[in-house]
Structures are given as structure tokens and as C-alpha cells.
């Protein structure tokens, strides 16, 4: 099943707050990507996984973004403490197997920072 | 670095026309290309996968077709309806397994 389930589907917080959004299931020899969706900026990459190792966080705002796979099957990205221009949605996505496989998307996190 | 771009960034065509989407990239050294469809406030979902040595894949009305050398994409939709509006976005794989994303077509096809 390449299905991915990302939770929450809606979060609105107050600025300063922590979010963690995550996605599951995440299976063994994935590669597992974040993006961040604007209107202005399309899709952004924020940061890539494979075997729960990082290849690329390059993209995200390292003092307050955090990105990790607490366990096997599920990766979190956090974010502390949140800011208004942080409201977004917010996809996961995971690649099974090797590189040159199709990546299967979440339904997103929409998230407002009032 | 990696950049993809779409052109039209917005396409409406009366329901039934024929239609083509394109997606440029600048580094050739890719391991595949990916076509989505995403619907308003929806995820995306995957339409046709394309490997780096194929040249095209079809699925029901959608044909995609690679030039790896030139670094295009196109996303061919025949007979389109009005259930095909939504925004397209295509997606390369390099090297380093970075999936970059153009920023979309948002099609509009009129009953």
C-alpha cells in the first residue's frame, strides 16, 4: 500500500508555539521527503531521509525546524517555536526502494500561526 | 542546482480539446521525472513516472514523453473534461535523490 498518512490534516496555534506534524507509515529503505506549499513559492524542500538518516536539510530554517524518524515507521517535523509566515501546508512524502522509484504523497498539513 | 519550470503557468481550454503541459529542467543528469495532479486544497497524486533511459508512458488519456538531453517534459492530455481541472506540477529526480519541483500548470477545462 503506498498510501501515507500525515496528522494533523488542519492545526492553527498561536505564534510561538511548538507544531509537530508527522507522517506514517514510513517502511525500511524509503526515502522520505518534507515540503513546504505557498502560494508564492510553489512547493519547497525542506528536507530528505533515507534509512532515517538525513541527505539534505539544507532547506529548512534550522533554529526552529527539526525533521526527525523517532521510530521505523514514523517522521515527525517540528517546529519551535512557530511564526506567523510559517502558516503553510506542509507534505510529506516517501520514495520506496531505490532512487529511480515514484514518490507517493500525504494529504498535507495545513497550518496557521496567528 | 536544479530548476524546473512549467509553461503556461495557467491553461483554459473548452472541454473536449486536446492539450500539452511543459516542464523544462537544467540539469540532465536525472533519475526520473514524475507528472502530479494536485486539486484544490488536496494532496498530489502521482500520474505518470518516467525513468531516465524511457521516452514516454501512457496512461488512459495522459501521455507523457521525455527528452533527458534537452531537458523537457511534456504532459499530453487528449479529449480533455472538466474533471482534468486542477493544478499539474512535474518533479525530477537527480543524483542525489532530490525531488525539484516546477511550479505548476493550473488547468481549466470548460463544460
Known amino acids: 500500500d503506498a498510501r501515507v498518512t500525515q496528522t494533523p490534516r488542519h492545526k492553527v496555534t498561536e505564534m510561538g508555539q511548538e507544531v509537530t506534524m508527522r507522517c506514517q507509515p514510513i517502511l525500511g529503505h524509503n526515502t522520505v521527503f518534507w515540503y513546504r506549499q505557498t502560494m508564492m513559492q510553489g512547493l519547497e524542500l525542506l528536507a530528505y531521509f533515507r534509512n532515517r538518516a538525513p541527505l539534505d536539510d539544507s532547506g529548512m530554517p534550522k533554529d526552529r525546524f527539526s525533521a526527525e524518524m523517532p521510530d521505523a515507521t514514523l517522521a515527525t517535523l517540528k517546529i519551535q517555536p512557530s511564526e506567523p509566515r510559517d502558516s503553510a501546508v506542509y507534505f510529506c512524502?516517501?520514495?520506496?526502494?531505490?532512487?529511480?522509484?515514484?514518490?507517493?504523497f500525504g494529504q498535507g498539513t495545513r497550518l496557521t500561526v496567528v | 542546482k536544479q530548476e524546473v519550470t512549467q509553461i503556461p503557468a495557467a491553461l483554459s481550454v473548452p472541454e473536449g480539446e486536446n492539450l500539452v503541459l511543459n516542464c523544462s529542467f537544467t540539469?540532465?543528469?536525472?533519475?526520473?521525472l514524475q507528472w502530479f495532479r494536485q486539486d484544490p486544497g488536496k494532496g498530489l497524486t502521482s500520474l505518470l513516472l518516467?525513468?531516465?533511459?524511457?521516452r514516454e508512458q501512457t496512461s488512459g488519456r495522459l501521455n507523457a514523453s521525455l527528452d533527458k538531453s534537452s531537458g523537457r517534459s511534456t504532459l499530453y492530455i487528449a479529449a480533455s473534461q472538466p474533471g482534468d481541472s486542477a493544478t499539474y506540477l512535474c518533479?525530477?529526480?537527480?543524483?542525489?535523490?532530490?525531488?525539484?519541483f516546477g511550479k505548476g500548470t493550473k488547468l481549466t477545462v470548460n463544460p
Open positions: 518516467i525513468q531516465s533511459s524511457q
Open positions: 540539469d540532465s543528469a536525472i533519475y526520473n
Open positions: 518533479a525530477v529526480k537527480g543524483g542525489s535523490e532530490k525531488l525539484v
Open positions: 512524502a516517501r520514495a520506496p526502494g531505490p532512487p529511480n522509484t515514484e514518490a507517493f
